[in-house]
C-alpha cells in the first residue's frame, strides 16, 4: 500500500496530526506492516488535502506553533475503499538480516552468532510490544492484525532458535 493509502486508513479511525500518524506506524498496528517516514507522510498529507480527500484544522498550542490536524473527508472515506478494493500488491519482505545471512559463509562464527542474536532480540521486542498492545481495548480486526504481526515474529524467533546450530556452523566454515 501506498503512504497515501495508509494515511487515510489511519484516519478513518479518527482525526490525527502528523506526528500521531507517523507514530501508528512506528508503534501502532502498523508497526510491522508498513513504514513512513515524515517525508512521505507530509506531502501525502498535503496532496490529499488538496484533492479535498482530507480535511486539515489548525489547533493552537501553548508555547508552540499550532497543529495541524487531519480528518477523512466522505470523498477520502470513498477513495478509501475503492483503494481496498483493487487487486493488492504482493507482499514484500526486505531484511538487511536475510540479506547478511545469505553472506554467513564468509564471516566468523562470532559475527553470525551476534546478527542472530541480534535478530531474535529485536523480534522478541516486536512481540512484546503486540502482546502489549493486544491487551488493551483494540477492534477485532486490529487483533486480528496484531496476532497475524506476532505469528510472524514468533516465527522468525522460533525458525531462528531451530537453525542456529546449522547457522552457526556456517560462519564457522568461513573462519577455518
Not at 498529507?45 to 486539515?56: D, F, H, P, Y
Not at 564471516?107 to 503486540?130: F, H, S, T
Request: charged share 25%.
Amino acid at each position: 500500500m501506498d503512504v497515501r493509502t495508509i494515511c487515510l486508513g489511519i484516519l478513518t479511525r479518527g482525526s490525527a496530526t502528523g506526528y500521531e500518524i507517523k507514530k501508528t506506524f512506528e508503534e501502532g498496528s502498523l508497526q510491522h506492516f508498513a513504514e513512513a517516514s515524515f517525508g512521505s507522510i507530509y506531502p501525502a498529507l498535503s496532496r490529499l488535502t488538496e484533492e479535498a480527500l482530507v480535511s486539515v484544522r489548525e489547533e493552537s498550542q501553548e508555547k508552540r506553533p499550532d497543529r495541524k490536524v487531519y480528518s477523512i473527508t466522505p470523498a477520502g472515506r470513498s477513495a478509501f475503499l475503492a483503494a481496498l478494493m483493487k487487486p493488492l500488491p504482493e507482499d514484500r519482505h526486505r531484511s538487511p538480516f536475510a540479506f547478511a545471512m545469505l553472506f554467513s559463509d564468509l564471516l566468523p562464527q562470532a559475527r553470525v552468532r551476534a546478527l542472530v542474536d541480534g535478530y531474535i532480540e529485536q523480534a522478541e521486542k516486536k512481540l512484546a510490544q503486540l502482546q502489549q498492545s493486544a491487551g488493551g481495548q483494540i477492534l477485532p480486526n486490529e487483533r486480528f492484525a496484531a496476532e497475524f504481526g506476532h505469528a510472524m515474529y514468533q516465527s522468525i524467533v522460533d525458525f531462528l532458535r531451530t537453525r542456529r546450530a546449522e547457522i552457526e556452523q556456517q560462519g564457522l566454515q568461513a573462519a577455518e
